[in-house]
T-cell receptor, first 109, second 113 residues
Framework: ELKVEQNPLFLSMQEGKNYTIYCNYS?????LYWYRQDPGKSLESLFV?????AVKQEGRLMASLDTKARLSTLHITAAVHDLSATYFC?????????FGQGTRLTINP | DAGVTQSPTHLIKTRGQQVTLRCSPK?????VSWYQQALGQGPQFIFQ???????QRGNFPDRFSGHQFPNYSSELNVNALLLGDSALYLC????????????FGPGTRLLVL
């Protein structure tokens, strides 16, 4: 059974700092997604990573995928308050998404 | 281009009742998946429909059933509601042959009293 683990689960940062969220998974897959969820809202797609070594960047967020290590990272650069949310990674198993527990990110002024 | 839509947005039921949730996929998508998200947890896969058939199912009891219509819209039915069924129910659509992500609807928040 595929297991997806994120760490940390809670992260409190100061504005302007850098940090990385890690997503480890237990079974081979070449598709991994990152989503953002604001309180009480649905999931917003951030990145689609489809191959080993894939790197995607959007603004202050950058995601990467290492399929050999079964690891994806979401790096936040110079954090701003608007990035406060819960971030989920999800591994695609034949169109069935298996989610991590989520990382609740709080960015303080 | 309308995204994924779901109805109703909120629902309150009592234990033992039955509920039906509805989902319309993003234009051009042919596959609908349903997820349950309990408070503070990641979404859990319930099942997936393609060509009006259930193609995959997660670890949910038979009380959870679904349907997909010829226009690709879908329903999720839950019978004999339990307090533990209280959650946000998310519908996601995609193309069976595509490599893009699944797009999620706004969700239906179900409260069972």
């Amino acid at each position: 059974e595929l297991k997806v683990e994120q760490n940390p689960l809670f992260l409190s940062m100061q504005e302007g700092k850098n940090y990385t969220i890690y997503c480890n998974y237990s079974t081979t897959s070449d598709r991994l997604y990152w989503y953002r969820q604001d309180p009480g809202k649905s999931l917003e797609s951030l990145f689609v990573l489809l191959s080993n070594g894939a790197v995607k960047q959007e603004g202050r967020l950058m995601a990467s995928l290492d399929t050999k290590a079964r690891l994806s990272t979401l790096h936040i650069t110079a954090a701003v308050h608007d990035l406060s949310a819960t971030y989920f990674c999800a591994v695609d198993m034949h169109k069935k998404l298996v989610f991590g527990q989520g990382t609740r990110l709080t960015i303080n002024p | 281009d309308a995204g994924v839509t779901q109805s109703p947005t909120h629902l309150i039921k009592t234990r033992g009742q039955q509920v039906t949730l509805r989902c319309s996929p993003k234009s051009g998508h042919d596959t609908v998946s349903w997820y349950q998200q309990a408070l503070g947890q990641g979404p859990q896969f319930i099942f997936q429909y393609y060509e009006e058939e259930e193609r995959q199912r997660g670890n949910f009891p038979d009380r959870f059933s679904g349907h997909q219509f010829p226009n690709y819209s879908s329903e999720l039915n839950v019978n004999a509601l339990l307090l533990g069924d209280s959650a946000l129910y998310l519908c996601a659509s995609s193309l069976v042959s595509g490599r893009e992500t699944q797009y999620f609807g706004p969700g239906t928040r179900l409260l069972v009293l």
